[in-house]
């Protein structure tokens, strides 16, 4: 259990990592992919799988690659749009909102987080299936440790933004 716990902070260190914010694409892009592979092996080395077991694994991994490159193509888009949006001025920007537009975006973007998902899923069940139930609490213990952190991270990172925002109200 303390080799999870140590892998589930290993996960957090990565994810707060300040790498992710590195200034040229190239290198978010690197970072994003360094982190990609840390979560893998943390997960991997959880699990600590049989060699019967280890076939599982390519479509799983390829799995949780697909998604990591999928959001970060998400967060490519949205940091293009805002920085569109922050070359025009504010008053244009407001008056030509448009709502349904954004709830378009906003819907294919939830489209694609869920179509990675369910491909995740499936290519976990025939693995899950066969884990031991030593391997599936350990699988249970660092997916709640992850989704906590993460939590957390995201929380501290929106309380964050808004002391940045406070900044320039001053």
């Known amino acids: 259990m303390l080799k999870i716990a140590a892998a589930g902070v290993t996960a957090l260190l990565f994810t707060a990592s300040p790498l992710v914010c590195a200034e040229t694409p190239s290198a978010q892009e690197n970072a994003a992919n360094a982190?990609?592979?840390?979560?893998?092996?943390?997960?991997?080395?959880?699990?600590?799988?049989?060699?019967?077991?280890?076939?599982?694994?390519?479509?799983?991994?390829?799995?949780?690659?697909?998604?990591?490159?999928?959001?970060?193509?998400?967060?490519?888009?949205?940091?293009?749009?805002?920085?569109?949006?922050?070359?025009r001025d504010p008053v244009e920007v407001l008056r030509e909102r448009n709502p349904v537009d954004f709830l378009q975006r906003r819907a294919d973007a939830l489209a694609q987080r869920s179509a990675d998902l369910k491909r995740l899923a499936d290519a976990w069940r025939p693995l899950y299936q066969t884990l031991s139930p030593d391997q599936k609490k350990r699988m249970a213990f660092l997916t709640i440790f992850t989704v906590r952190e993460m939590r957390n991270a995201v929380e501290q990172r929106r309380l964050q933004s808004e002391d940045d925002d406070g900044d320039f109200a001053d």
């Open 35 to 87: 982190l990609t592979d840390a979560r893998i092996n943390i997960i991997k080395s959880a699990l600590q799988l049989t060699p019967d077991q280890e076939k599982y694994w390519p479509a799983i991994e390829d799995g949780i690659r697909a998604r990591a490159k999928d959001r970060q193509a998400r967060i490519a888009n949205v940091a293009a749009r805002v920085a569109e949006l922050r070359e």
